[in-house]
């Protein structure tokens, strides 16, 4: 069965500094794997997804990831920190199940951002 | 276009009423979704239609209804609702091939209050 761990509920960092956001996958075949965004009060936003081609993935507002399949991970990172970047971050596994796909969320981790 | 609508916003009913949410897409996705997301909390599915049939229903109560008419329109059906109902309800879309996972794009969401 398919699932993701997110090691950290809560993060902090300040304006300008490196986020390192931590996810470990468990999959028994060659996972799909994304990053997505959640502003309070708001809907779910894309950051970027893994689909088995290039290991680095780039996304959108800085962010990347980086597929280890030795390590089961796919940590997000941004070099530098915007204020704008407060926000609930989730990391999520696509399993498939009953024809079609579906999502399994880590329990996020909330990233704050520190003048 | 990569927008997926809701309407209401926000929505309080009694324990009584009945009312609907609405979803809608245009970007030609076969499979959409009803997620129920509590404060702190990752998003939980709910619903999943595919090619406008239900192919997932996570034993959810019979007080919610979905219903999909068109492969755009997805509603869910609210009726005798509990406090404990009171969530935000994210609506989704994606593609749907077998042999690929493609990414899901949400809607805003309805904030929903039961009194």
């Known amino acids: 069965a398919q699932s993701v761990t997110q090691l950290d509920s809560h993060v902090s960092v300040s304006e300008g500094t490196p986020v390192l956001l931590r996810c470990n996958y468990s999959?028994?075949?060659?996972?799909?794997l994304f990053w997505y965004v959640q502003h309070p009060n708001k809907g779910l936003q894309l950051l970027l997804k893994?689909?088995?081609?290039?290991?680095l993935v780039k996304g959108i507002n800085g962010f990347e990831a980086e597929f280890k399949k030795s390590e089961t991970s796919f940590h997000l990172t941004k070099p530098s920190a915007h204020m704008s970047d407060a926000a609930e971050y989730f990391c999520?596994?696509?399993?498939?199940?009953?024809?079609?796909?579906?999502?399994?969320f880590g329990t996020g981790t909330r990233l704050k951002v520190l003048a | 276009d990569t927008e997926v609508t809701q309407t209401p916003k926000h929505l309080v009913m009694g324990m009584t009423n009945k009312k609907s949410l609405k979803c809608e897409q245009h970007?030609?996705?076969?499979?959409m979704y009803w997620y129920k997301q509590k404060a702190k909390k990752p998003p939980e599915l709910m619903f999943v239609?595919?090619?406008?049939?239900?192919?997932i229903n996570e034993s959810v109560p019979s007080r919610f209804s979905p219903e999909c008419p068109n492969s755009s329109l997805l509603n869910l059906h609210l009726h005798a609702l509990q406090p404990e109902d009171s969530a935000l309800y994210l609506c989704?879309?994606?593609?749907?091939?077998?042999?690929?996972?493609?990414?899901?794009?949400f809607g805003p969401g309805t904030r929903l209050t039961v009194t």
């Open positions: 989704a879309s994606s593609q749907v091939t077998s042999g690929s996972s493609y990414e899901q794009y």
């Open positions: 239609y595919s090619y406008e049939k239900l192919s």
């Open positions: 970007m030609g996705h076969r499979a």
């Open positions: 893994y689909t088995s081609a290039a290991t």
């Open positions: 999520v596994v696509s399993s498939w199940n009953s024809g079609t796909y579906k999502y399994i």
């Open positions: 999959s028994s075949y060659s996972p799909s």
